[in-house]
């Protein structure tokens, strides 16, 4: 998984020294190598422990430090050092926070433009619980791209995300875009819990039909005995036969594949939006 390149080796020091995290390396991320070794990273900000138990997740879960203030300053400081021309910014989720991190979420997007102007920021954000406010500040620091992930089918939500809500996730997705019509909206499915085909398909109009841009579409890998198993493997053909259902319902760009995941060539997902209107 891991590389051992120059890059990588560069990677790994500026995170530990500026203490950064990565989902990259929290999620157990099967892209990794290939990533820190092209310099791109997905920046995990809220410290590293989630306070919810999502069965196919493998970031730790438990009560999380206080939020850290001076992580965006650092953070934008590690992206100006790399020459980064596309972050993408994540976060565990912080039930414990009033308005679920969507602060530390602005001031990272402001801190990056003051020290890399033209670096594009793709945030992947909680539900925030559905806080309009939340969702509201976030977008109001104009990001490139607002990702949520819906992971999963509906039926599939209290087994694989107990504290999440579909309606509400598909809310978050809605009420971003009707914030700022000029920015793009991305979620992200992974496939072998157990769903459906007809519950796939589904689940992408319905995004699409919330105004959602982009779709990325992976293979769901068990992290360990104690979370979900894997149903079943799709086969390349599945995956290609899901990118194109996407395209025929207008997502402006669909990555679909075994190893996709949300992050997986953001920058090129965005760039191959250019000149297709919403």
Known sequence: MAGGGENYAAV?????????????????????????ERSTATFLIL??????????????KGKPAPADWDEPERLAQAVER??????VVTSVDR??????????????????R??????????????FQGQREAIAAVAAARPDVFNHNLETVPRLYRRARPGSRYTRSLEVLRYAKELDSTMLTKTGLMVGLGETWDELVQVM???????????????????????LPIERYYTPQEFAALRDEGLRLGYRHV???????SSYHADKQVASTAGIAP
Not at 12 to 36: D, F, I, K, Y
Not at 47 to 58: E, L, P, Q, Y
Not at 95 to 112: S, V
Not at 255 to 261: A, D, F, I, M, Q
Request: charged share 20%.
């Open 82 to 87: 790399m020459q980064l021309r596309y972050v």
């Open 114 to 127: 003051a020290h890399q102007p033209d670096c594009g920021i793709e945030v992947l954000t909680p539900d």
């Open 205 to 227: 109009a319905d995004a699409r039909h919330h105004g959602v841009d982009i779709l990325t579409v992976g293979q769901y890998l068990r992290p360990s005995a104690w979370h």
């Open 255 to 261: 990555e679909s594949g075994p190893l996709v995941r």
């Open 12 to 36: 790994l020091s500026l995170m530990r020294s500026q203490s950064l995290h990565t989902v990259c390396e929290e999620a157990h991320c099967p892209n990794l190598g290939e990533c820190w």
């Open 47 to 60: 410290g590293d422990i989630c306070t919810r138990g999502c069965r196919f997740c493998a970031v730790a």
């Open 95 to 112: 039930d414990d926070l009033p308005d679920g991190g969507a602060g530390i979420f602005a001031l990272t997007i402001e801190r990056i």
